[in-house]
Protein backbone atom coordinates (compact mmCIF):
# COMPACT_ATOMS: atom_id res chain seq x y z
CA UNK A 1 0.00 0.00 0.00
CA UNK A 2 1.64 3.14 -0.84
CA UNK A 3 1.60 6.66 1.36
CA UNK A 4 -1.02 7.71 -0.90
CA UNK A 5 -3.22 5.12 -0.67
CA UNK A 6 -2.81 4.95 3.09
CA UNK A 7 -3.27 8.72 3.53
CA UNK A 8 -7.04 8.07 1.35
CA UNK A 9 -7.79 5.50 3.72
CA UNK A 10 -6.75 7.17 6.64
CA UNK A 11 -9.39 10.39 5.30
CA UNK A 12 -12.37 8.26 4.47
CA UNK A 13 -12.46 6.39 7.63
CA UNK A 14 -12.31 9.75 9.53
CA UNK A 15 -9.04 8.79 11.59
CA UNK A 16 -7.62 11.80 11.38
CA UNK A 17 -8.88 13.10 14.32
CA UNK A 18 -7.50 9.88 16.07
CA UNK A 19 -3.85 10.41 14.85
CA UNK A 20 -3.14 14.15 13.58
CA UNK A 21 0.48 13.57 13.58
CA UNK A 22 0.40 10.42 11.05
CA UNK A 23 -1.99 13.00 8.60
CA UNK A 24 0.52 16.00 8.88
CA UNK A 25 3.53 13.27 8.14
CA UNK A 26 2.15 11.74 5.05
CA UNK A 27 1.07 15.20 3.65
CA UNK A 28 4.54 16.38 4.33
CA UNK A 29 6.18 13.24 2.78
CA UNK A 30 3.97 13.45 -0.48
CA UNK A 31 5.22 16.83 -0.75
CA UNK A 32 8.73 16.14 -0.84
CA UNK A 33 8.88 14.04 -3.77
CA UNK A 34 7.47 17.41 -6.22
CA UNK A 35 9.51 20.17 -4.71
CA UNK A 36 12.90 18.01 -4.93
CA UNK A 37 12.06 16.22 -8.50
CA UNK A 38 12.17 19.46 -10.38
CA UNK A 39 15.30 20.38 -8.79
CA UNK A 40 16.84 17.05 -10.19
CA UNK A 41 15.15 17.36 -13.24
CA UNK A 42 17.38 20.24 -14.03
CA UNK A 43 20.52 19.14 -13.07
CA UNK A 44 19.71 15.46 -14.56
CA UNK A 45 19.49 17.12 -17.89
CA UNK A 46 21.75 19.81 -17.70
CA UNK A 47 24.23 17.03 -17.10
CA UNK A 48 22.77 14.90 -20.27
CA UNK A 49 23.39 18.00 -22.19
CA UNK A 50 26.67 18.54 -21.18
CA UNK A 51 28.07 15.27 -22.04
CA UNK A 52 26.45 15.56 -25.60
CA UNK A 53 27.52 17.98 -26.94
CA UNK A 54 30.95 19.26 -24.31
CA UNK A 55 33.28 18.96 -26.84
CA UNK A 56 31.80 20.75 -30.14
CA UNK A 57 29.91 23.84 -28.45
CA UNK A 58 31.14 26.75 -26.15
CA UNK A 59 29.43 27.53 -22.91
CA UNK A 60 27.54 30.25 -24.27
CA UNK A 61 26.10 28.10 -26.46
CA UNK A 62 25.71 25.03 -23.82
CA UNK A 63 24.10 27.34 -21.10
CA UNK A 64 21.55 27.98 -24.03
CA UNK A 65 21.10 24.61 -25.08
CA UNK A 66 20.54 23.82 -21.60
CA UNK A 67 18.00 26.34 -21.01
CA UNK A 68 16.07 24.76 -23.75
CA UNK A 69 15.99 21.54 -22.47
CA UNK A 70 14.88 22.62 -19.29
CA UNK A 71 11.91 24.55 -20.41
CA UNK A 72 10.88 21.94 -23.10
CA UNK A 73 7.20 22.32 -21.89
CA UNK A 74 7.22 25.93 -22.24
CA UNK A 75 8.94 25.77 -25.57
CA UNK A 76 6.64 23.57 -27.17
CA UNK A 77 4.01 26.16 -26.23
CA UNK A 78 5.38 28.76 -28.32
CA UNK A 79 4.58 29.11 -32.07
CA UNK A 80 7.89 29.21 -33.66
CA UNK A 81 6.33 30.49 -36.61
CA UNK A 82 5.03 34.13 -35.52
CA UNK A 83 8.46 34.64 -33.61
CA UNK A 84 10.00 33.73 -37.01
CA UNK A 85 7.90 35.92 -38.59
CA UNK A 86 8.42 38.81 -36.43
CA UNK A 87 12.17 38.77 -36.46
CA UNK A 88 12.06 38.33 -40.31
CA UNK A 89 9.53 41.66 -40.61
CA UNK A 90 12.26 43.83 -38.57
CA UNK A 91 14.80 45.82 -40.47
CA UNK A 92 18.26 45.26 -40.47
CA UNK A 93 20.06 47.47 -38.19
CA UNK A 94 23.39 47.74 -38.30
CA UNK A 95 25.20 48.36 -34.84
CA UNK A 96 28.26 50.56 -33.71
CA UNK A 97 30.41 49.48 -30.81
Not at 12 to 36: D, E, H, Q
Not at 43 to 55: A, C, P, Y
Not at 75 to 92: C, G, L, P
Amino acid sequence: MSVNEMLIKQINTKMVTSFPNVNIAFRIYLSIFGTSCEGERSFSIQKRVKNWQRSTIGQDKLSSLSVLAIEHEFHQEIDTEKVIESFANKKYRKKVL
